[in-house]
């Protein structure tokens, strides 16, 4: 970013300085409409992470399994964009209340895969808990606007024809099963290079918790939960506590490729810590993540 231009990631107190600008759209990711109504940003917009960030439904590499977490389509994503009026020119900054950062990450992701401008979306660090424990300024619903965020707050709705053009896919930021798949007989020859990173629970990666038609793992995959990216504070680590995490995992920083987990979203913070803060710019998320791998009887499972 030029000098003076705020990164992917921004503080509260960037935020705070800038939550007047009129260019400026901050949406407040969730997973629950109450949590906005009871406290947001001034002017920030909702976004439900299950209708704007990630879909539920059926693909056909995966038959008839119900899934929660499929990539929106550039349409779809268009279509959010106007919700939340993003206008053309608009800066965006996502934060989230619950998801240690990685709900806010989803939609950073997002609107760069579908190659919304770098330099014109961010990511609140530490999100509405650090913004909160500052006693910066919230907004609250009240029973007079019927739930609704008060009308000193509401966004001006934009249409689709007139929001921030996307463009397309940008496959440098997504990882496909079967890369994932070459990249896991790389790393599962002995000596073989550190291509994945697991970023789920451990009793997920072990195979225990079954959360698709099969358990485990994908071959030569390492661990790592997702939040030991994530401060005891909320805010992400700094690029130097990245690269020393992934080394002590026994990662080589330089060889790995692709992130995972079951449906992109905690995947997504890992592939930010290394990507956007680290500079580690040759992993990728596989956003389809054990929804895709542990749903399609071809491809292989390690336990």
Known sequence: MGAGEPGPLISIEWLAAHLDDPDLRAVHVSLDRKAYDLGHVPGAVFSDLHVDLAKPGVRPETGTARRQYIVPTREE??????????????????YDDEGRGRH??????????????????HVLDGGLKVWQAAGLPMTAATAA?????????AP????????????ERDDSLIATAEEVLAWSREASVPGGPTRLLDVRRIDEYLGHDVMAARGGRIAGARFRLFDDFVA??????????????????GVNPD????????????????????????????????????????NRPDLPVEM
Not at 80 to 94: N, Q, S
Not at 156 to 167: D, F, I, N, R, W
């Open 232 to 249: 005891p504070d909320g805010r992400l680590r700094p690029a130097a506590d990245i690269v020393s995490i992934l080394r002590a995992t």
């Open 77 to 94: 994503t268009s279509e959010a964009l106007a919700r939340w009026g993003v206008a053309p020119g608009r800066r965006v900054v996502f």
């Open 255 to 294: 060889e790995l490729r692709a992130t995972y987990c079951q449906g992109g979203i905690r995947a997504a913070l890992a592939w930010f810590a290394m990507s956007e803060i680290a500079g580690l710019t040759a992993v990728r998320n596989y956003a389809e993540s054990w929804e895709e791998w542990g």
């Open 156 to 167: 001006q709705v934009t249409t689709a024809a007139t929001t921030e053009p996307l463009g």
């Open 145 to 153: 606007t019927g739930g609704a965020a008060p009308a000193t707050a």
């Open 104 to 121: 806010a990450i989803r939609g950073y992701w997002l609107l760069r895969l579908y190659r919304f401008p770098r330099e014109r979306v």
